[in-house]
């Protein structure tokens, strides 16, 4: 490891130079701009319907890694995957995401990476099944579980995560509480 000393006079360039360095640093085991995998990875084969889904997304392998956790350091939240195993505590696995210039809800099944080779590029994305909104009670919304509908978007459309419920046979799902604002 190493130190640069700027001084007071350096130029703005060296600068912005340094702390663009800096910031690289202590994120070296990002899998892209702003989103850190936690726990374990494994390589999955994909089964047809989710080749079929990944190919919108320009995947054209048929081995990639799956991971179950993520940390969106930027935005300042975990994301889980269904798979995880302490889940129903932690009940992170509902998210907000941007589909068309609008915000949708979604259950992130896992997480995925694909290191393609023509062109070599990698490209992260998540497996998703759709939450559909029934109707708005406040903050609070009403929805209802599309089961079967598999569905994939790319990890930097998440936008927040959110507390999901089951009362009275519905399903409910509010925003997280501000965690910078005291109880």
Not at 80 to 108: D, M, N, P, W
Not at 125 to 137: H, S, T
Request: aromatic share 10%; hydrophobic share 35%; net charge neutral.
């Amino acid at each position: 490891m190493f130190t640069i000393y700027v001084d007071d006079n350096t130029d703005e360039e060296a600068v912005n130079l340094y702390r663009e360095l800096s910031a690289r640093h202590k994120h070296m085991d990002e899998i892209e701009d702003g989103v850190h995998p936690m726990g374990n990875t494994s390589y999955k084969t994909f089964e047809h319907n989710e080749k079929h889904l990944a190919l919108k997304l320009g995947v054209k392998n048929d081995v990639v890694k799956e991971y179950f956790r993520i940390n969106m350091y930027k935005k300042g939240f975990y994301v889980h995957g269904k798979s995880y195993s302490r889940l129903e505590k932690r009940q992170q696995h509902v998210i907000t995401y941007q589909k068309a210039g609008k915000a949708e809800f979604a259950s992130v099944i896992s997480f995925i990476q694909s290191e393609e080779q023509n062109p070599n590029k990698i490209i992260n994305f998540a497996f998703i099944k759709e939450i559909r909104k029934n109707r708005p009670l406040g903050c609070v919304w009403e929805v209802s579980i599309e089961e079967d509908r598999l569905e994939v978007i790319p990890n930097q459309n998440i936008v927040n995560v959110n507390n999901f419920m089951k009362a009275d046979n519905k399903c409910f799902v509010c925003p997280s509480p501000n965690r910078y604002d005291r109880d």
